[in-house]
């Protein structure tokens, strides 16, 4: 069992910077990492991922050289810089976990958190 636990988010300007994190807790030492978005009156799209024990980054090509995934792993914690946000970035923003690959499906879920870029 995974239990993802989210903080960070708010409300930014255009050009701003946030920080999302993920605390995990449970087995998850072999898991795949990353974070999904959805929009209003959008589907859930992937953002970002990675694996816990290494290995390659993935990102969407919208926010490629934009965002940025890593890990702590002495404090069980992935995290999403995000730079240069934009209006088109808002949308609640889910950490997941999977045993395989991360998708829309996937096993474990954070409780979503709020980003709203301003104009």
């Known amino acids: 069992q995974v239990q993802l636990v989210q903080s960070g988010g708010g409300l930014v300007q255009t050009g701003g910077s946030l920080r999302l994190s993920c605390a995990v807790s449970?087995?998850?030492?072999?898991?795949?990492m990353g974070w999904f978005r959805q929009a209003p009156g959008k589907e859930r799209e992937f953002v970002a991922a990675t694996h816990w024990s290494g290995g390659p980054i993935y990102y969407a090509d919208s926010v490629k050289g934009r965002f940025t995934i890593s890990r702590d792993n002495a404090k069980n914690t992935v995290y999403l810089q995000m730079n240069s946000l934009k209006p088109e970035d808002t949308a609640v923003y889910y950490c997941?976990?999977?045993?395989?690959?991360?998708?829309?499906?996937?096993?474990?879920w954070g409780q979503g958190t709020q980003v709203t870029v301003s104009s």
């Open positions: 997941v976990a999977d045993r395989r690959v991360i998708t829309t499906r996937s096993d474990y």
């Open positions: 449970g087995t998850f030492s072999s898991y795949a």
